[in-house]
């Protein structure tokens, strides 16, 4: 047999075995990394978001700007022009694509953190002001009826 110091087993249990390295003179390892004063030598800590900003981008927002477009153009065309007899349902239907485009846009903000004025954040656990509430209440009725009314009045 020949004396190869390739084959050789390098972890072996001799001087230099696995943890020869950590060893000091008095047989003790020591710590790893940098002691807590020189980690922070270069000034205070600084926290970093590592997720990216939430907001909306553009290939959340078209779709949702385009069904309201054509929801609204809908909903106004058979209220300016005279369509007949079938105004009414064309208006009430374009009524509805606008109404279903705003609540897909709601629900797009509240998933990225948007709130509507007066409303505490999401997950913040307060409670709204019932005050607010009815004041949306009252002003997303009144516009239902005055839609509903007017195309109401094409027939």
Request: net charge negative.
């Amino acid at each position: 047999m020949s004396a190869d110091p390739l084959s050789a087993d390098p972890l072996g249990a001799g001087p230099l075995g696995p943890d020869a390295l950590d060893d000091t003179s008095d047989g003790e390892v020591t710590d790893d990394g940098p002691e807590p004063e020189e980690m922070f030598a270069s000034g205070p800590e600084v926290e970093v978001e590592l997720r990216p900003q939430r907001r909306l981008r553009i290939w959340q927002l078209a779709p949702i700007v385009a069904l309201a477009a054509t929801g609204s153009l809908m909903f106004a065309f058979p209220l300016a022009f005279d369509f007949g007899d079938s105004g009414a349902v064309i208006a009430m239907l374009g009524l509805l694509i606008c109404s279903c485009a705003a609540g897909w846009g709601m629900m797009a903000a509240r998933r990225v953190g948007y709130t509507w004025p007066g409303l505490p954040q999401r997950g913040s656990g307060r409670r709204p002001d019932w005050r607010v509430v009815l004041a949306y209440v009252v002003v997303v009725a009144a516009v239902a009826v005055l839609a509903v009314w007017r195309v109401a009045r094409l027939r």
